[in-house]
């Protein structure tokens, strides 16, 4: 994989309610972007993002993944996220390292419980959204009361920037409202746009048209003198817009049927914000609080989101660099721990695929295998100069259970496992209870810790 400079780099996380098509979507966007040669599936679980062996046995997200596609010369990070709020701490890490929150709304469903957590979780943040109705094949999709839906939970302004061509079964594509175009099936083939359309397209671009030029005051006095915007300019205020937050494109698509893809591919591309668009981050360091600018020449700064174990190679950081470059076979400092590590190859993950590079540019996200002393949460920079980044917050404990071992030989790996477990996932806690002589294992929910002891 090559390299990408700062401005190239989008970093997406995608968030929704259980089951409204994250982990499809990112197979969509691989296999379009042609990272993949074939979309795998959730029920047989062959896709990228969910490789886990819990998550193939229950056909849904339990962890974070990481997916870069590569697509017109940029790198978008995508990080697929479960939606059952027992694994929130998942969506906690991956909206505290993204520049864009994704957001999936099932047609039929609406906007549903996990909606307004994940909302909230990218409100917490400031960060920019779009919104994905998704699904759009399936029966009984209605993208107007949809979009209506949205308007009535979300105080936001959302605007359409495509429209669906069909819907259920005939779902056969989008109208592009910026292009004025039907983009139609997995290839997005431009089309002219069916003539029943014709006069809702007209009258929805106006809202396209007027949200950009209130994205910038030269486009917002042209517009207002009664001038036509250019595609160009379009595309400049709406991305604008949607960096300071004013406002939230809404697109379509249908992942399993990859229709529409590509033109999502094409607006994260053109509106999205880099890593250079959101600004430094505010960072602890030796004479109080500094900010970290999204440069090369900056301190270095890289903040671990995720800590996961690979059979192979043993444990995974995950981390995503804010200042600085990051390169192979360095050493770093970690600030919390003040202690050296010594980093080997760093990777580039896709799914569990550990793709390696050279070095990682300031807003990109990668991991190194086999650190000592880094946990989640930690800030990896120069020793002359340690920073700390803030970390990710994770809510406290809301079920517990008593666990015990087997047999007497599980009993020695019991405390050693535990330890390991609650590494990996911050939001998992154990402790020992005096009163009853009992070990306790505590986490956001039934499934949760079910899943946890099964994996033990």
Known sequence: MKEYTTDRIRNIVLLGHGSSGKTSLVEAMLYTSGAINRMGRVDEGTTVTDYDEEEVRRHISLSLALAPVEWRDHKLNVIDTPGYTDFIGEVISGTLVADLALVLVDPVGGVEVGTEVVWKEADKHGLPRFVVINKMNRENADFDKTLRNLREVFDRNFVPLQLPIGAEGNFAGVVDLVRMQALMGPEGEEEEIP?????????????????????????????????????????????????????????????????????????????????????????????????????????????????????????????????????????????????????????????????????????????????????????LCDRGHPLRLPGPEFPAPLFAVAVRPKSKADQAKMAPTLARICEEDPTLRWRQEPSTKETILEGMGEAHVEIAVRRM
């Open 195 to 379: 003539a029943d359309m014709r006069s809702e397209a007209e009258e929805a671009r106006i809202q396209v048209v007027e949200a950009a030029a209130e994205g910038d005051d030269e486009l917002l006095e042209k517009y207002l003198e009664g001038e036509e915007l250019s595609e160009e300019e379009i595309r400049r205020g709406l991305r604008l817009a949607v960096c300071v937050g004013d406002v939230v494109p809404v697109l379509v698509t249908a992942a399993t049927a990859n229709v529409g893809t590509r033109a999502l591919l094409d607006a994260l591309v053109d509106f999205g914000p880099s890593p250079s668009d959101r600004g430094p981050v505010k960072a602890e360091g030796p004479a109080g609080e500094e900010e970290i600018e999204p440069t090369e020449t900056a301190p270095l700064a890289a903040l671990v989101f995720k800590t996961a174990a690979d059979p192979y190679v043993g444990k995974l950081t995950y981390f995503r660099v804010y200042g600085g470059v990051l390169e192979s076979d360095t050493r770093v400092w970690n600030s919390r721990a003040e202690a050296e590590e010594r980093l080997g190859t760093l990777y580039v993950m896709r799914g569990k695929e550990q793709i390696p590079v050279q070095r990682l540019r300031p807003g990109d996200i990668g991991a190194v295998a086999k650190l000592t002393h880094t946990l989640t949460g930690d800030t």
